[in-house]
């Protein structure tokens, strides 16, 4: 069982990998693609533009994203610790940040914006 935190994609917005890479590059959390559709991936490999699956690599452990029908999934273990969760989160907002989408919350559904300003995030953390 898993953590998921979904993050709802305009129709017709692409969600590149460079884009989620620039974003947390910009915030000094570095990720590494290590798996495209379940298959071991180069560090440096850019996915096909119709991945269905992908697994990061952050510096707290592995984050699944996920293509749903709104747009992606963002999944850690049910047994997360609060920095993998944070780490989860970062993807998330990366996603909704490059796509101009939302991330789904109890409240409704958060720009960006609004959700890092919401959201434990691991460049927040003190």
């Known amino acids: 069982m898993g953590q998921e935190l979904t993050v709802t994609i305009p129709d017709g917005a692409a969600l590149p990998w460079a884009a989620l890479v620039e974003r947390l590059?910009?915030?000094s959390f570095p990720i590494q693609l290590r798996m495209i559709d379940g298959l071991p991936a180069f560090p440096d490999e850019q996915p096909p533009d119709d991945w269905r699956e992908l697994r990061a690599g952050t510096p707290a452990g592995m984050v699944t994203l996920r293509r749903t029908p709104a747009g992606v999934g963002v999944v850690v273990w049910g047994n997360a610790d609060g920095a993998l969760r944070a780490a989860a989160s970062a993807l998330a907002w990366a996603a909704?940040?490059?796509?101009?989408?939302?991330?789904?919350?109890?409240?409704?559904p958060q720009s960006?914006?609004?959700?890092?300003?919401?959201?434990?995030?691991p460049w927040s953390a003190g």
């Not at 960006?112 to 919401?118: G, I, M, Q, V, Y």
Request: proline residues 8%.
């Open 25 to 27: 590059a910009g915030r």
């Open 96 to 108: 909704a940040d490059a796509t101009g989408g939302s991330v789904a919350s109890p409240a409704g």
């Open 112 to 121: 960006a914006d609004a959700f890092a300003r919401s959201a434990p995030l």
